[in-house]
């Protein structure tokens, strides 16, 4: 693809044209020949989407989730973007749940664009193709972007590197599950939503997140908690107020007296919230707390630290990548990584030594640099 070329897709894209949208995604994802030269050309059109990721455990309702939320945001004029991060094939690398029908309540809505893209075998299912994917729906204008990613587990976490706001759900009665979030998901929530909330087990789930969501602010506290939501932003004048019981009230009077607390900026404590998404129960509240979050990220300054610590990671990563693919690439010109493994194996080097002469011209070439 010429550059020109290239910038003919970004114009089009960028003047609204969904089928350049599309081409320009699987450009992305695929990683052809200009898509870098694409996505620098899109940077300095983005910033003003609002992004939200959606994870937690298989079977919790997601899908349904999004679909429900893409639906409301469509019916206050807003239009969407959703990528629905799949399990990636070993053998082809493609997305295996791609085709499925995951978007029944927006089903031929143009301004809901949905796309199916595969995990890549990336920690928390999300690769580098997918934050550039939302630059492209963010230049494009979509005003809200859900990020949906498998759910596998702790390595969730790499979601947060390109989210905004991260809605971690859970199905009641599933305490392991729970249990599980201690692991490394409950660091990266904002909004716990416990999901099928009219099944059996749903309080008691409830209550176990907001225990867990208390030990971790305070790991001193006792376990006789009550719901802590945003009612910590409320504090700071910001947000509405949750769920929360007398002991919560009690908390927030003694902070908003206490003189000391005058200067201290915004917090958020993760809410926990609970939907039904198959009938849209509780979709209201769950975007009036997204709403609180996105404010909240606004009043703090904590938008803008997001924005630099996901530009420094992407840096690193883009970096990573590159050098990893010269170091592949100078060790085919020495005969291959299999004839340095034989040598290690026979006792001939030893994999530091093999290391550091595969790294010795990078090294020289830099320190020439300096020079």
Not at 28 to 36: A, F, K, L, M, W
Not at 264 to 291: M, R, S
């Given at each position: 693809?010429?550059?020109?070329?290239?910038?003919?897709?970004?114009?089009?894209?960028?003047?609204?044209?969904?089928?350049?949208?599309?081409?320009?995604?699987?450009?992305?994802?695929?990683?052809?020949?200009?898509?870098?030269?694409?996505?620098?050309?899109?940077?300095?059109?983005?910033?003003?989407?609002?992004?939200?990721?959606?994870?937690?455990?298989?079977?919790?309702?997601?899908?349904?989730?999004?679909?429900?939320?893409?639906?409301?945001?469509?019916?206050?004029?807003?239009?969407?973007?959703?990528?629905?991060?799949?399990?990636?094939?070993?053998?082809?690398?493609?997305?295996?749940?791609?085709?499925?029908?995951?978007?029944?309540?927006?089903?031929?809505?143009?301004?809901?664009?949905?796309?199916?893209?595969?995990?890549?075998?990336?920690?928390?299912?999300?690769?580098?193709?997918?934050?550039?994917?939302?630059?492209?729906?963010?230049?494009?204008?979509?005003?809200?972007?859900?990020?949906?990613?498998?759910?596998?587990?702790?390595?969730?976490?790499?979601?947060?590197?390109?989210?905004?706001?991260?809605?971690?759900?859970?199905?009641?009665?599933?305490?392991?599950?729970?249990?599980?979030?201690?692991?490394?998901?409950?660091?990266?929530?904002?909004?716990?939503?416990?999901?099928?909330?009219?099944?059996?087990?749903?309080?008691?789930?409830?209550?176990?997140?907001?225990?867990?969501?208390?030990?971790?602010?305070?790991?001193?506290?006792?376990?006789?908690?009550?719901?802590?939501?945003?009612?910590?932003?409320?504090?700071?004048?910001?947000?509405?107020?949750?769920?929360?019981?007398?002991?919560d009230a009690e908390t927030d009077v003694d902070a908003e007296d206490d003189p000391?607390?005058?200067?201290?900026?915004?917090?958020?404590?993760?809410?926990?919230?609970?939907?039904?998404?198959?009938?849209?129960?509780?979709?209201?509240?769950?975007?009036?707390?997204?709403?609180?979050?996105?404010?909240y990220l606004d009043a703090s300054g904590e938008l803008a630290e997001k924005a630099?610590?996901?530009?420094?990671?992407?840096?690193?990563?883009?970096?990573?990548?590159?050098?990893?693919?010269?170091?592949?690439?100078?060790?085919?010109?020495?005969?291959?990584?299999?004839?340095?493994?034989?040598?290690?194996?026979?006792?001939?080097?030893?994999?530091?030594?093999?290391?550091?002469?595969?790294?010795?011209?990078?090294?020289?070439?830099?320190?020439?640099?300096?020079?």
């Open positions: 693809m010429s550059r020109a070329v290239e910038s003919d897709l970004v114009e089009r894209l960028l003047d609204g044209e969904h089928r350049a949208l599309a081409r320009a995604i699987t450009k992305i994802e695929s990683q052809s020949p200009g898509y870098r030269d694409i996505v620098s050309e899109l940077h300095a059109h983005t910033g003003d989407a609002s992004v939200v990721g959606i994870t937690g455990s298989p079977g919790a309702g997601k899908s349904t989730l999004v679909d429900k939320l893409a639906k409301y945001y469509r019916d206050q004029g807003e239009t969407v973007g959703v990528i629905a991060v799949d399990p990636s094939s070993p053998y082809t690398g493609g997305a295996v749940l791609g085709d499925r029908i995951r978007m029944a309540s927006n089903v031929g809505d143009m301004d809901v664009f949905f796309r199916s893209m595969s995990a890549r075998g990336q920690l928390g299912g999300l690769s580098t193709a997918t934050a550039d994917a939302v630059k492209a729906l963010d230049a494009f204008g979509k005003d809200r972007i859900i990020i949906e990613t498998v759910g596998a587990g702790q390595n969730e976490v790499d979601v947060v590197k390109t989210a905004d706001t991260v809605v971690v759900l859970v199905q009641p009665g599933s305490g392991d599950d729970v249990q599980m979030l201690k692991a490394g998901i409950l660091e990266i929530g904002d909004l716990f939503v416990v999901n099928k909330a009219d099944m059996e087990g749903a309080s008691r789930t409830v209550a176990e997140l907001q225990e867990m969501i208390h030990l971790r602010d305070d790991p001193r506290a006792n376990l006789d908690t009550g719901h802590h939501g945003a009612e910590a932003f409320d504090d700071a004048g910001h947000g509405h107020g949750g769920h929360a019981d007398a002991s000391s607390d005058g200067d201290k900026p915004p917090v958020w404590t993760p809410q926990v919230l609970e939907t039904v998404a198959t009938t849209g129960e509780g979709i209201d509240e769950l975007v009036e707390t997204l709403d609180d979050h996105r404010d630099r610590k996901r530009a420094g990671e992407e840096i690193r990563q883009l970096l990573r990548s590159d050098v990893n693919r010269l170091l592949e690439a100078e060790l085919d010109r020495r005969g291959g990584v299999d004839a340095f493994a034989e040598a290690v194996v026979e006792k001939e080097t030893d994999p530091y030594a093999v290391a550091e002469d595969v790294l010795e011209p990078f090294r020289e070439c830099l320190d020439g640099r300096d020079d």
